[in-house]
């Protein structure tokens, strides 16, 4: 990711809290326009070709936009990764932003790994217990990983939470061999 990555992602987030846009709303218009992008070569190629005038990309966008569903804050973010020929890097721009919105908000990614899928009132006091050990809201993202036998994996950062029952025998067979 370029240092122009994480500016584009900076200027759009001034935006967004400036504006007082709801930021989940605003994060489904961009995974919307991702979604587009990727499932249309056609699409990627007008944006990315160079011969093809910004007026024409921009009137492409414009038709765009309704059906989508974003924002004029949205569509006026992407007019500028046309204008200055970024939308090539508008995933690894997402990504920047993401990570950006999170810091103002005080939020933490915090992936939680699990051998089943979990019901809403395990994730619910799975995110609270996360919340608390994090001291900041967290946004958890939830995996399946059948090797871990049972219990659950959290990873907040660079820190891990190891709860499952693959973590508790590791344990075990560690203070076994230092016997």
């Known amino acids: 990711m370029g240092v122009f990555s994480s500016q584009y992602a900076r200027a759009f987030a001034d935006v967004v809290m400036s504006d007082k846009l709801d930021t989940k709303d605003v994060d489904r218009q961009l995974a919307d326009v991702l979604a587009v992008l990727g499932e249309s070569k056609e699409l990627r190629e007008v944006f990315g070709n160079p011969s093809i005038p910004l007026e024409s990309k921009l009137k492409v966008l414009d038709a765009l936009t309704p059906r989508i569903g974003i924002a004029k804050q949205t569509r006026n973010f992407l007019a500028v990764l046309l204008q200055n020929d970024r939308i090539q890097a508008f995933e ?15 939020i933490s990614e915090a992936v939680i790994s699990s051998v089943r899928e979990l019901n809403a009132d395990e994730k619910s006091k799975i995110e609270a217990r996360a919340s608390a050990l994090a001291g900041v809201q967290v946004r958890a993202v939830y995996k399946q990983d059948p090797s871990l ?8 950062g660079d820190t891990v939470y190891d709860g499952s029952v693959r973590g508790r025998l590791e ?6 061999i230092a016997v």
């Open 92 to 106: 690894s721009i997402l990504i920047e932003y993401r990570s950006e919105i999170n810091v103002r908000l005080h």
């Open 149 to 156: 036998l049972g219990g659950v994996v959290l990873r907040i």
């Open 171 to 176: 344990e075990l067979r560690e203070k076994l």
